[in-house]
């Protein structure tokens, strides 16, 4: 199996076991529905919100914490948090497909602590189960603990917590003057009626500490309200007995609805075994459905588990919140272009509605609810890309037409009028070099000051423009537009000559030139001399010929590469300089400065497979690896890519993986490895399959399922690349769409 | 001696003894000076920040620890906190003149943990004092634990901690991009080298407990450097042997510098004996000379202390920092009428500098630093009687003819013109009934939404300008402006007639009239029938003939008296509206809405000690105190005054006096006992002695230092008023103004 010193993953990879419940750094887990986040680490604890419109509704933040007592001798535990390490018989959290769950055992007693994110309403749901694995009767006190978001407004006179007889459970309604959302009524409600309960912190932990907390030293919670608190608390407390053998489940709902009313309504249909089955059901049910889109099987079961499992899980944590803090332009174009795959429809439906952030200029705002609309100016191009996308996957062509209206203006305009205001933004807003005009930043967004006195250009931006415009044509020559395209290439052609003549030297892209006519990523800059976005993007764009794009990529391996991957330039600035912006402040190693971006090195791994450099690409995979020998002590999770590993150059943390989950990482490795590496490209018409892997392997099963149909695809290594589909060999690699099933063998050559 | 539950005061009251270590809520003390404000509870924990300019950049923030291993047994315990709470010998917190030291014995070690706010610099100290108080030799881990805030802006990959040479301590920079102060070095260090540190609590922590840390339970700490962390740790760790009887010192600084270089000068400077003992001096000092400007002997101890001591240093925290949360432009006026005797100096300054943040209408803005421009409207009416204050604190009356610019003009006017046009605004924002327009408030902050639309009118408000009127009309008088006066008089007579015809019924002033014509306040109201404001201050203002007002006050005793003080209004708003705004929402009993709103209870001594209601008055004292036997358990500190006791109509918490210090209600009693109850009143010419003292006492000694002047006064019950003045009988209760120490008998008739 998969393993590492954190812990492992089952046979179908569906389920990762955290066996070292105190690792290096928190592992975390998020749950998700569409209207709720809970994020979640090893133990459980963490911090969830509602996700009401645009508004964020905190719902519990911080511990959540099992109490066990034994009655009988008086002694007390976390079942889930073990504070302080005793020689727990099992202890070990599961990250599963919707659900978190923590196992242990302990003096006779086994704790199974599961945390679910129901698919509707505004809650979370939490199970307790009990089991009494002692040959005696025990007489227990079980008490679940969490921390409720109950202020909305800074205002504690607002608030109240108590208990409450119609929800049968805690109520935390904080009604205030001008609050932002109606929904000021928070609900903690279990299975069965609390023999007692308390609702602040002050009384239940006392001065003591949250391990051996006040209350749980009495024979039971003080079972009193409490008003005018700064943080309240939810701690439902139950007695029971239970003989050898036995065991028991308790069912907790937390909540927020618009009124008292309505609580109480939702405490009873959530807080029961049948409701929180069903919801790990659904949430099981709806990532089967996902997994089920492509399958591969290589001789890299920890890629296969990545793509199968974790990368599309955690792609659709995008697909859903995009960053969880707020909902970024290109990133949720990007995470489409990856989840198209699995779920078209709700492509559409973020396509249309994120176009909806785009000024009538051209130019969408960088991020949406919460809204941010610092100048940046690479939002239009990646606009064709994800269209692209979408219609290979579907060959919906209609989306063309849909209408939307821009953030200021009503005036509904086509997804194609959409679309060619954000190229033609991009294509006038040009400086002196004829390049795209820098503004607040392009994907580089902490590069955040070189070109806001509108003069400075982004050579990274003109070439993401080209390749923007290129990918348009291809749109437009798939609706049989043509007329238009040689505009569009004149455009192309006129962009690419500045490029060329501005951005490339020695041999590599530099990355701009700042307003103070300063350059930016290139050779004579004292510190950031070569940036891997411009070089990998080349790539992308197919602006030089091969030859020379290969050339360019092997200065990335001399220049950029380290042990755990490529850094996003090279050398890590020093000296924080306003002429750049916030990348330069970063220390060494960090973000923009120099660590290895993941997101970045997932776009070096495309190219190098553009270029047909199998080993390149693989190599980088596995450098990427939380598996990776040379970085075994990353602190990433297994089941999560992180942002970055911290570069080379930083003097304290290199190698660290810290903010996991939140990146575009996962959509653009998902792509690298089932359309580059794998080569299984959707395109208008069917599948063309290019694959370039590595020498090692002798070959790989992939299943895909496409539009009505499903192709089984076999890669046998050969002296030749040929294939056959359901047993006839086909000319060239691309296989046009049928319905039904299909048996490929794509016979390739290293 | 002076004492309750919680602790004692000394025999002096100049230091409070805190031991009951864990009260029923932390105990907060506040040391301070120009520069930096650190606040803690009886362990010495809190948070801490320096302001500079408008800008506070916070220090640390959270727990204090002072960690004392002992090597041979391993041993190990927090000699300032007692997690465990071990039987410690000793144990006890003492609040001082300007410091705050916690001292315990435990395991026959001795420690003292004492942090001061020294005069200048923007940092704080800390001295640890180990005592080897055992028969045999001890060797010792001592370690000292803070947690700095060292972020600035939200971006972690800005910062760093590590041990610097140059600084002979912790160094945790935050240079970034556009950050909004200079003051992005912090540096913690000690007069000695620690033997081992770390700077992040992942490190020192752990997984275990801020009780147990990682670091301590090993032989010494990692001694590493951290980057992108959110909380950085200060944790400086010192081996050491202590003989029998040997004792030991270590000083700490924690502070911010613009650059490196400063920092390491700056540790150099301050983290030494000299530099600490010198702070604790001059702390002292500063307040030993406040002190002496009012000394009182009563019957009542308790009293005394509050008015020779501590209602003079909370003051004195107002005088410097408002409500530390910022400074309101009312609460500055107020606490200037109060301070003025001791510090006339600064009331000057302070005056002039809240005067610019008047708009040229003539209305200030609630609060600056930082800046808060809802439209209350009440702010003009306290200018003159924060004048009137100053003026007959000093007979300066050179202040009229200081210039200062508006909020919104660099036009600099005269305070004369500034406080005129104040006045002018007030009597030009009418409504339909002639009362001045309530807008989005008065000094209930918290009607903020009852004249929102400019139609409301609050009859408190036109009460408070009649009475600022008055008060002006008395400066203008002082000032010999006589010609002026027939006018304002004019005014306040108009204004008068529309509040007693709108404003009066039932024997008691309603509060208003809201933007919907609707009573506020009034009997015909369904909730807050009854506000305390508009009956203290129809008395504070003479609006009617004292026989009238005193049946008023009879009203209040009937209608607002509880067991712990007088509630701001009754019956407590249930259904939270907008047409009233925040203080409906309140829940009932809390702050505005129904709580013993203890500023406005001093009001209510004021105004029955101006109608001679000795015994109101001091009862009234009596019911808010600490000592209070009808509510012992309030958890309010001896030694600072609270914004409130909760409101009896509230379920949960009446009684209870959240929210120390911070509060406008120490100034206004600081004046209740001072001029009010022992009437030694500052005039231009000289002092007035009034007094109202309490039937139960037999008499009062006062001194009392006026300009160059000291006045001891002795208060004798006797069955006639008459007062004699270094032996000599004047005529009347006026003493007027001489240098020279005089020697006053006031025999007073109950």
Redesign the interface.
């Known amino acids: 199996m998969v393993k590492n010193n954190v812990g492992e993953f089952t046979a179908d990879g569906k389920v990762f076991r955290i066996e070292e419940m105190?690792p290096k750094?928190d592992l975390i887990n998020y749950l998700w529905s569409e209207s709720v986040v809970c994020k979640c680490n090893q133990f459980g604890f963490g911090e969830s919100f509602a996700g009401i419109g645009a508004y964020r509704r905190p719902l519990d933040n911080g511990e959540r914490l099992v109490y066990i007592k034994d009655k009988t001798s008086g002694k007390l535990f976390v079942a889930n948090r073990n504070?302080e390490?005793e020689p727990f018989e099992k202890f070990y959290a599961e990250v599963g497909l919707g659900t978190h769950r923590v196992v242990s055992e302990y003096d006779g007693i086994g704790t199974e602590f599961t945390i679910c994110v129901p698919k509707e309403g505004f809650s979370e749901l939490f199970r307790i189960k009990i089991a009494n694995r002692s040959p005696s009767a025990r007489s227990l006190s079980v008490c679940f603990f969490l921390r409720p978001c109950a202020d909305l407004s800074g205002?504690a006179?607002?608030?109240?917590g108590?208990f409450d007889e119609e929800i049968d459970g805690l109520y935390y309604p904080h009604?205030?003057?001008?609050i932002e959302t109606d929904y000021k009524h928070l609900y903690f409600a279990a299975s069965e009626r609390a023999d007692s309960f308390d609702v602040d912190t002050?009384t239940f932990i006392?001065?003591d500490?949250v391990?051996y907390p006040a209350g749980m030293k009495e024979e039971k919670l003080r079972s009193?309200?409490?008003?005018?608190q700064d943080f309240y608390c939810g701690a439902l407390r139950f007695e029971t007995e239970l003989l050898p053998g036995e065991e028991k489940s308790y069912y907790f709902v937390l909540g927020t609805e618009k009124t008292h009313k309505a609580c109480a309504v939702s405490a009873k249909k959530y807080a029961n075994a049948a409701f929180f089955e069903e919801s790990v059901k659904s949430q099981y049910e709806a990532n089967e459905k996902m997994i089920e889109v492509f399958r591969v099987n290589t001789p890299d079961e920890y890629l296969d588990i990545q793509t199968n499992v974790w990368l599309k899980r955690q792609l659709s944590l995008g697909k859903t919140w995009g960053r969880v803090y707020g909902k970024g332009f290109r990133d949720v174009m990007q995470d489409i272009t990856a989840f198209v795959s699995f779920d078209p429809e709700l492509a559409k439906k973020r396509i249309l509605y994120a176009l909806k952030h785009q000024y009538i200029s051209g130019n969408p705002i960088r991020m949406y609810e919460p809204d941010f609309k610092y100048p940046y100016m690479d939002g239009a191009a990646w606009i064709p890309a994800t269209l692209l996308s979408y219609l290979k996957e579907t060959a919906d062509f209609s989306v063309l037409d849909e209408t939307i209206p821009y953030l200021d203006s009503q005036a509904e305009e086509s997804v194609y009028s959409h679309t060619e205001r954000g190229l033609k933004f991009l294509l006038t807003s040009r400086g002196k070099r004829n390049l795209i005009l820098w503004g607040g930043g392009d994907w580089n967004d902490s590069m955040?000051?070189a070109g806001m006195l509108w003069k400075g250009e982004s050579v990274w931006l003109s070439i993401a423009t080209y390749k923007a415009v290129g990918e348009w044509m291809e749109i437009l020559a798939g609706a049989g537009r043509t007329d238009e395209l040689k505009s569009w290439d004149a455009a192309r052609k006129e962009l690419k000559e500045s490029i060329l003549k501005y951005g490339f030297e020695n041999g590599y892209f530099i990355y701009g030139f700042n307003d103070y006519d300063e350059k930016v990523g290139s050779e004579d800059c004292e510190e950031g001399k070569i940036y891997l976005n411009p070089q990998t993007w080349a790539v992308l764009a197919d602006i030089l010929p091969k030859n020379q794009l290969a050339s360019v990529m092997d200065t990335v391996e001399k220049r950029l590469r380290c042990d755990f991957g490529y850094t996003q330039c090279a050398p890590s600035y020093t000296h924080?300089t306003?002429k750049l912006?916030?990348s330069?402040?970063?220390?060494p190693g960090?973000?923009e400065?120099g660590s290895v971006y993941i997101h970045g090195v997932a776009f070096k791994v495309v190219a190098d497979c553009i270029l047909h450099r199998a080993e390149n690409a693989y190599d980088t995979l596995k450098r990427l690896s939380v598996y990776n020998p040379k970085n075994p002590d990353s602190g990433m999770e297994p089941y999560a890519v992180s942002n970055m590993f911290?570069g080379p150059e930083?003097?304290?943390?290199a190698g660290e993986a810290?903010m996991s989950w939140i990146t575009g990482s996962a959509g653009w490795l998902y792509r690298a490895v089932t359309e580059y590496l794998l080569g299984v490209r959707a395109e208008f018409g069917g599948l063309r399959i290019v694959p370039c892997l590595p020498a090692a392997w002798n070959g790989a099963k992939v299943i895909r399922k496409f539009r009505k149909a499903t192709y089984e695809i076999t890669f046998v290594k050969s002296d030749k690349n040929r294939i056959t589909v359901n047993g006839r060999e086909i000319e060239g690699n691309f296989i046009p769409y049928q319905t039904g099933k299909h048996s490929v063998i794509c016979y390739y050559k290293n």
């Open positions: 105190f750094r504070y390490k205002h006179s607002y608030g109240f108590d009604e205030g003057f001008a002050a006392g001065y500490s391990a009193v309200g409490s008003t005018f955040n000051n924080g306003d912006g916030r330069s402040y970063f220390q960090l973000v400065n911290i930083n003097r304290y943390r810290p």
